[in-house]
């Protein structure tokens, strides 16, 4: 079966991430060198549907390692939940002759492809390219290390101008549903207090917190992750300013930069290895699986794993939030 691979598709879906470009990259160069042809797959599923492929050699990939967002584009398709669409969507692969997968995403590509390839039969591996972080099967997510940067650094530029008018800030890092970045910015930014959705929010502990000596008279920090309990940061900050206004508050939300921008090496090196190890595990017979890398080695996980068992926070890390004081 692994053998008889000839051409393989790449795609891009779901949210954006630093490292996508990488990614293709090394799919598509693998692939070549492998003896397969690679197809790029325009807007994801949704592109598969319109059959929109482009052939895809060497100079295709070249100068976009370090580019942030995705040359392939990315969409969400609500068509691929229906069966009648992914019946055309396949009739798309045939007639084009790509017989082998892959796929960069996060849970919602991957349930998307775990349905399709039982459905046809069709070999599809997967690569984590999400900036939460929160996919069982790898240390790592592709554009979390260059999200987690893009928002440390905007954490430490908040401070300055907090300490120049002494003021409590709220900032809002992305993880509606994942604390990974919101601890880690908030841990490397020295944050008095980091709320996160793994953890219920007590807003009267939190005024306690603050008030207890926590707020400095030059600057202090409160990361709030946008899937917190008690809602993102404006939320906090009003339900905090209604029962403690000691203090000149502001909110600011970091949004989509974090999504942006040039990937850092960290995410680019993985975003390789993957890829590769995604083309790498297609030849071999390897299907309906995310590639991965956990203690430095390539794994594969089946895609129910890597969606069902989502990736925990370190019981480590919150010690270490709450050693530093900062984690309720």
Known sequence: MAASIKKIGVLTSGGDSPGMNACIRAVVRSALANGCEAVGIQSGYEGMIEGLFRPMLHHDVSN?????????????????????WRAVAHAKLVEAGIDGL??????????????FGEEYDLPIVGTAGTIDNDLYGTDYTIGYDTALNTAMEAIDKIRDTAASH???FFVEVMGRDAGFIAI????????????????????DALIRHLDNGHVTHSSSIVVVAEGDDQGGAMEVAQKVKEKFN?????????????????????????????????????????RGCMAGIQNMDLVFTPFEQAIKHNQDISPAMLDLARSLNCFL
Not at 68 to 84: C, D, M, N, V, Y
Not at 102 to 115: L, M, Q, S
Not at 184 to 202: M, V, W
């Open 246 to 286: 000691k203090y000149d508050t502001r909110v600011t939300i970091i949004g989509h930069i974090q999504r942006g921008g040039a990937p850092s090496c960290a995410d680019r090196v993985l975003a390789t290895r993957v890829g590769v190890g995604a083309v790498k595990g297609l030849l071999q017979g390897e």
């Open 64 to 84: 976009i390692i370090q580019r942030g967002g995705t040359i392939l584009k990315t969409a969400r398709s609500p068509r691929f939940h229906q069966p009648e």
């Open 102 to 115: 892959v796929v960069i995403g996060g849970d919602g590509t991957f349930t998307g492809a775990k349905i």
């Open 166 to 168: 002494n003021r409590l």
């Open 184 to 203: 880690n910015a908030g841990i490397a930014g020295g944050a008095e207090a980091i709320l996160i959705p793994e953890s219920k929010t007590d807003v």
